[in-house]
């Protein structure tokens, strides 16, 4: 079981190097081990490229040794063809018969036939190595499968006295530029990036990344009564946007209009309408009042502080957070970083 565990810490420190590129599809690494030595690897690189146990297998050199081997993966093998065939039938056509799985897939399409089908072709099955790890490392896949909406990651800077910006709704920089670029570098891991009216009004955010090399998020913002001029940034086309409304308007070539049919649960609505487009996550970067209905309507996940040294002595009010269980707590240059886990 130890040796179990060290491939397996091995197959998802892999998984993690399709993070912004494999989405929506889950992270997934693989590692194949012929008599204590890994012969082969790899991992989910591009969405609609090869799986990572394809990409394992194929990078073995010795495929003769493959019966004799214990294949590590991260996540249940598929059982259907999506837009690649079946991994389960990859690994018995190319004759592993002994394969160790971190995580079940809850995906309907896949949901134990993908063990099954490996166990009627003759293969030894192990479940739930690193179970736990497997979980967080794909918290936002499993997330998206069994609550039917995004994952979901609050995010604020606040002052020392605990305010997010001037009276007078005026931009203003708390955190530093160390807070300032790790932001950029979670645009990257996360799918899509939501702002509420007033930040897409006083703030004209471009909510594109800027100092940290990845892809960029699917910029999102409630606009309710379509207020946000034609000048702002978010409607400038440079990336795909959408734009929540309860009015109609024609979308343009990377803007897309979305209307919602009432007031009432309008963010229930938005996040079901995310879920049929496929985001598997969000990070949301304000403002105030979106914030706290999202805390109070319980949509969240994470929620991530930033603690300036400095005061603003008056100002918007930051967010009251929620009885939460405490996450962790670190220093980012002056900056004190705090994480809460809505579990």
Not at 235 to 255: G, R, V
Not at 309 to 314: E, S
């Amino acid at each position: 079981m130890k040796t179990d565990k060290k491939y397996m810490r091995r197959a998802l420190d892999l998984a993690e190097l399709g993070t912004g590129t494999a989405r929506p599809n889950p992270l997934v690494g693989c590692v194949v081990v012929h008599e204590d030595k890994i012969i082969g690897e790899g991992w989910h690189q591009q969405y609609g490229g090869p799986h990572a146990e394809v990409n394992a297998i194929n990078s073995v050199q010795d495929k003769s040794l493959l019966p004799e081997s214990r294949l590590y993966v991260t996540l249940e093998p598929c059982s259907h063809f999506g837009k690649t065939p079946p991994c389960a039938d990859f690994l018995l056509q190319h004759g592993v018969r002994d394969v160790v799985i971190c995580n079940t897939d809850p995906n309907p399409l896949v949901a134990g036939q993908g063990i099954q089908k490996l166990m009627d072709g003759g293969c030894q099955v192990h479940i739930g190595v690193l179970e736990e790890a497997g979980l967080e490392v794909n918290r936002r896949f499993f997330t998206n499968q069994t609550q039917k909406r995004p994952y979901l990651v609050l995010k604020w800077a606040e002052s020392s006295d605990g305010f997010i910006g001037l009276p007078d709704c005026q931009p203003c920089q708390i955190s530093g530029p160390l807070s300032k670029l790790l932001v950029h570098q979670w645009r990257t891991q996360e799918q899509a990036i939501l702002v509420g009216t007033r930040t897409a009004l006083n703030d004209n955010p471009h909510l594109n990344v800027r100092h940290w090399p990845g892809p960029a998020p699917v910029r999102i913002a409630i606009d309710k009564q379509l207020q946000i001029p034609q000048t702002h940034h978010l409607l400038d086309n440079s990336q795909p946007t959408l734009i929540y409304s309860l009015k109609e308007k024609e979308a343009t070539t990377q803007t897309t209009f979305v209307t919602l049919t009432q007031e009432t649960g309008f963010l229930e609505q938005m996040l079901q309408d995310l879920y049929q487009r496929n985001v598997q996550s969000v990070l949301v970067e304000g403002g105030a009042v979106l914030l706290e209905a999202l805390i109070k309507g319980n949509l969240w996940d994470e929620i991530r502080v930033f603690k300036s040294p400095n005061p603003l002595t008056q100002g918007v009010k930051a967010p009251l957070l929620p009885s939460s269980l405490f996450a962790s707590r670190r220093q980012i240059g002056p900056d004190e970083l705090t994480i809460y886990r809505n579990s």
